[in-house]
């Protein structure tokens, strides 16, 4: 089992910047990717992006430029680095992470991103 906690949301001013932190705990020497989404009120939960064990990033389109994914091994932390923040990067933001060699699949509990205009 693989616990995560995100950390690091709040509210911020269009064009502003704001860095998401996922803490992991328990069998992390098992996860391969770990990767951000989000969901805005009223819509469905969407991919913002992707970091392998190898440090490989992908980004949604809607994001790219603007976000970067990083992971810090030694620390058992992701970050998500938003710069340039919309109004329309509201939401809440969750942490995954997939454990091998069963695929499972782990959540965090989520951090709101406000971004007003």
């Known amino acids: 089992q693989v616990q995560l906690v995100e950390s690091g949301g709040g509210l911020v001013q269009a064009g502003g910047s704001l860095r998401l932190s996922c803490a992991a705990s328990g069998n992390v020497f098992s996860i391969d990717i770990m990767q951000w989404y989000r969901q805005a009120p009223g819509k469905q939960r969407e991919w913002v992006a992707t970091i392998t064990k190898h440090g490989g990033a992908y980004y949604a389109d809607s994001v790219k430029g603007r976000f970067t994914i990083s992971r810090d091994n030694t620390k058992n932390t992701m970050y998500l680095q938003m710069n340039s923040l919309k109004p329309e990067d509201t939401g809440v933001y969750y942490c995954?992470?997939?454990?091998?060699?069963?695929?499972?699949?782990?959540w965090g509990q989520g951090t709101q991103v406000t971004v007003s205009s």
């Open positions: 995954f992470s997939r454990l091998q060699p069963l695929l499972t699949a782990y």
